[in-house]
């Protein structure tokens, strides 16, 4: 599962700082078929967190009806220097993860 | 005067065919597909990290970096760190060595077995809408720019003629809508002209990537049209006509449409 996170590569401190994050995965629904006409079993991503240097900033539940390769966008205020550490986990609990720097100054 | 009437026919289809060879499209009046999106979808395809075509490119340059095959070697082992800019615009091209017409699908997968020992990628797979991706969009910006003299002359004419072909239960060309109707509504759509520049793309209807032979295919079967076979030498020649329709567009991908 790959991902993309997209921080300022540096800060101020106190400075309110954009996060984005997209992750490459089907969210399938469990509402559709394949060719056959079986049901495409439900896994969606149902878990993502976000954690500033060990403390969760973020959190949130998704489900069936967000869509495919889901692009999260949220802010937080920059504290430390560190890094931002996502954690994220579907249905078939396969688990993804991706990390990304940033320096804070002042 | 059942000759004159003849004669008249005859006229009316001679200039039918020089009309034909004509672009029906003048190149002052082209718009890319993005061109007929919302607003919103197309700052999703302008913005360089929200773009989910992106994710493809991406994992296509880990796949041009890693050694494959009997060979062991990969993608960036024989092009070394040199430009593949402008590379993808040229696309389809007579392969020299067969005198084949190969798309960029193609050529990556010609790559892959004569060169590298390996396995050609199956078309629609991950790993090569991927590189395709990471090759097209090293292109960006690029005008298309297919040659269509000598050997590909007689594939350019086939996939003309492929292009008017009227087929399928509603018994409609491309020309139909991408030449006679762009820009009006097909229920919410609005119709484009029909350019294969913004591919591999993302599309919404698919949320994931497509080849352009499954935009293609998504196409005949609107129109209750017997689809391709993927890579089939009609959709090769059908390629060819469209990036020479689309002469001078630049290229866009990934591009995200509706």
Redesign the interface.
Known sequence: M?A?I?IPREARRGDVIEV?I?I?H??ETGYRHDDVGHLIKRNVIKVLSCRYNGVEVFRADLSSGI???P?VQFYTVAEASGNLEFTWIDDEGERGAERQPIVVKG | MRRAGLALAAAALAAGVALAQERAIPPGELKSGSAFLGTDLRALQNDD??N?G??WV??GEKIWREPAGKKSIACAGCHKDRSMRGVAANYPKIEKASGKLVNLEGRINLCRTERMGAEPLRYESEELLALTAYLARQSLGVPIATRIDGAARVHFEAGRASYHLRRGQMNLSCAHCHDAQWGKRLLSEIISQGHPNAYPAYR?EW??MGSLERRLRACLSGIRAEMLPYGAQESLDLELFLAWRAQGLPIETPGVRR
């Open positions: 790959a993309r997209q984005r997209l490459q089907p969210m869509s495919a390769n692009y | 990290f929200a989910p992106m994710l991406e994992s919404m949320q994931t």
